[in-house]
C-alpha cells in the first residue's frame, strides 16, 4: 500500500541551527501539507501546498519557515533558525485532489527537538 | 468559537462499555467530515468518514448533523484497544485547496 514517509524520524538540534524535514509523498497526489503538533496538545496546520506553490500558510508559519518541492517526490519543510519553541512531532500529509473519500494520508512524523 | 471544538476527556470507561463522543464545528461551509485515531507519539490514522446519512463500521457509528453543525461517534463493545484520541477533523474548499482543520481531540481509556 502506499504511503507518505518522512525522514529523519527525529532529529535534535542547537537553537538558531536550520533544520530540513523531509517528505515524500504519495506518488500520485496532488496536495501537500505540513502540520505540527506540540507534546499533548492538537494538530496544528502550518501550510498546504499545491501545483508547486503554496496555498495557504497559517499564523505559525513565518518567515522562519518555507516548503519546497524541488524535484517532484520530495517535500520540504525547513526551519531556518529554530527556536525552543519548535520543538514538536512535523506530519507531512498528502490528498490525492480528486473525487474519493477525501482523507488525508499522513508520514509516520518527524520529531524535532530544539535544545 | 473553536473552529472544531471536542471535549478533551479523558474518558475512562471499562471494556464492553459504549462511549460516544461529540464534535461542533463552526464554519458551515464545511464539506466534509472524519474521525482519526491517533495512538500516543503516531500519526493520525483515518477511522471513518463520516456521511449525512450516518455510517457504520463494525463497532463504530458515525454521524452528521449539519444543521446543527454537529458530528458523533459512537463505539460499542468498547476494546482495550481502543485507547486513543480520537481526532474529529472538518475539510472545506478555501483559495482553491482543501483545508483540513482538526479538534483538539477526545482522549478514550478502555479499562479492562
Known amino acids: 500500500e502506499p504511503e507518505v514517509t518522512q525522514t529523519p524520524s527525529h532529529q535534535v538540534t542547537q537553537m538558531g541551527q536550520e533544520v530540513i524535514l523531509r517528505c515524500v509523498p504519495i506518488?500520485?497526489?496532488?496536495?501537500f501539507y505540513w502540520y505540527r503538533q506540540i507534546l499533548g496538545q492538537k494538530v496544528e496546520f502550518l501550510v498546504s501546498?499545491?501545483?508547486?506553490?503554496?496555498?495557504?500558510k497559517s499564523e505559525i508559519f513565518d518567515d522562519q519557515f518555507s516548503v519546497e518541492r524541488p524535484d517532484g517526490s520530495n517535500f520540504t519543510l525547513k526551519i531556518r533558525s529554530t527556536k525552543l519553541e519548535d520543538s514538536a512531532m512535523y506530519f507531512c500529509?498528502?490528498?490525492?485532489?480528486?473525487?474519493?473519500?477525501?482523507?488525508?494520508?499522513f508520514g509516520e512524523g518527524s520529531r524535532l527537538t530544539v535544545l | 468559537r473553536k473552529e472544531v471544538e471536542q471535549d478533551p476527556g479523558p474518558f475512562n470507561v471499562p471494556e464492553g462499555a459504549t462511549v460516544a463522543f461529540n464534535c461542533t464545528y463552526s464554519?458551515?461551509?464545511?464539506?466534509?467530515f472524519f474521525w482519526y485515531r491517533q495512538d500516543c507519539r503516531k500519526e493520525p490514522k483515518l477511522l471513518m468518514s463520516?456521511?449525512?446519512s450516518g455510517n457504520e463500521d463494525g463497532r463504530f457509528t458515525a454521524q452528521l448533523n449539519r444543521a446543527s453543525q454537529y458530528i458523533s461517534l459512537l463505539i460499542r463493545d468498547s476494546k482495550l484497544s481502543d485507547s486513543a484520541t480520537y481526532l474529529c477533523?472538518?475539510?472545506?474548499?478555501?483559495?482553491?485547496?482543501?483545508?483540513?482543520?482538526f479538534g483538539t481531540g477526545t482522549r478514550l481509556k478502555v479499562l479492562a
Open positions: 500529509a498528502s490528498n490525492p485532489g480528486y473525487a474519493n473519500t477525501g482523507e488525508l494520508f
Open positions: 506518488s500520485n497526489h496532488l496536495y
Open positions: 501546498f499545491y501545483n508547486n506553490e503554496i496555498s495557504e
Open positions: 464554519n458551515s461551509a464545511s464539506q466534509s
Open positions: 463520516v456521511y449525512s
Open positions: 477533523v472538518v475539510k472545506l474548499t478555501t483559495s482553491g485547496t482543501y483545508k483540513y482543520i
